[in-house]
């Protein structure tokens, strides 16, 4: 499939999907909303990838949403025609639901929708130069991709309040400093930085991280007790897998796993 708004590259075991509007900082467009969806569940589908990268070309991540588009939003005259020209927009909890696990690869800056589909990635790589931000405040809405949720699960409500209630930016120092990235690179080792994170994830059985990403975020949001259990039910799951036994044999054998999937 072609597309025009993205990249999709294979490098072994990761699939990296490129946003390549870099004239206007990758901003988030219809046409480039519904080449992400297609383009993520194309690697997704693909059993050769195990790892599934998202970045941005040139200086930006993603920084925000095209102001044309949220102007024809606004001017929609009932709440229910906004909320239906939304539904027809990437649901971020697309990359959550992914059995794969997901990397944001933070070039630059990730505002508003950058923001909000890098808080939606399971891992957050950014490099020094990477700024984040919530600016939507500014312009007189407030994030509607998750931005407020997301954002208050991985720093706190104090935090994530600020930052969309102020609406300015913060560096990659902070953001790693109040836990809303994982690590911080210099600019030009970012990618090599992300493939050795990618491919530590690749070599690790696909079945158990699949259940990781559930117990986090099913298990997590429900009530205590609740998590318990359900974290109790996977690992039971997970423990008469192929997997677990190839891997608790190949340690006993001190050999490296040949993990399957199953």
């Known amino acids: ?29 219809k046409t480039l909303s ?7 569940n194309e690697l997704a589908a693909d059993d050769s990838v195990k790892v599934i990268v998202l970045t941005g070309e040139g200086k930006a991540f993603m920084a925000g949403a095209d102001i044309n588009m949220v102007t ?10 906004v909320n ?8 971020p909890n697309l990359f959550e639901d992914c059995p794969k696990p997901v990397i944001a690869a933070i070039n630059g800056l990730a505002f508003g929708m950058g923001c909000e589909i890098a808080m939606a990635c399971d891992f957050r790589i950014a490099s020094e130069k990477a700024k ?18 997301r954002l208050m699960n991985l720093v706190g409500a104090t935090k994530a309040l600020e930052m969309i209630t102020i609406g300015d930016p913060i560096d990659a120092q902070e ?7 994982n690590k911080i690179t210099p600019q030009d080792k970012l990618m090599e930085e992300v493939e050795a994170f990618a491919a530590k994830l690749a070599e690790r059985p696909p079945i158990g991280i699949e259940i990781c990403k559930k117990v986090t975020y099913k298990g997590g949001n429900m009530p205590i007790r609740e998590g318990l259990e359900y974290e109790r039910k996977k690992f039971c799951e997970i423990l008469l897998s192929e997997d677990a036994t190839e891997g608790t044999k190949a340690f006993l054998e001190k050999r490296k796993a040949e993990f399957k999937g199953k």
Do not use: C, H
């Open 132 to 149: 984040f931000g919530q600016p939507e405040i500014k312009i007189g809405i407030i994030p509607g991709a998750g931005g407020s949720q």
């Open 34 to 40: 519904d080449e992400i969806g297609k383009g993520f």
């Open 84 to 91: 239906a020209a939304l539904d027809e927009m990437l649901n």
């Open 175 to 181: 953001a790693y400093r109040i836990g809303l990235i």
């Open 1 to 29: 499939m072609s597309y025009e708004s993205i990249i999709l590259e294979k490098s072994g075991d990761i699939g990296k999907l490129i946003f390549s509007r870099p004239k206007v900082l990758n901003a988030y467009n």
């Open 72 to 81: 024809g939003w606004s001017e929609l005259d009932d709440v229910t025609k």
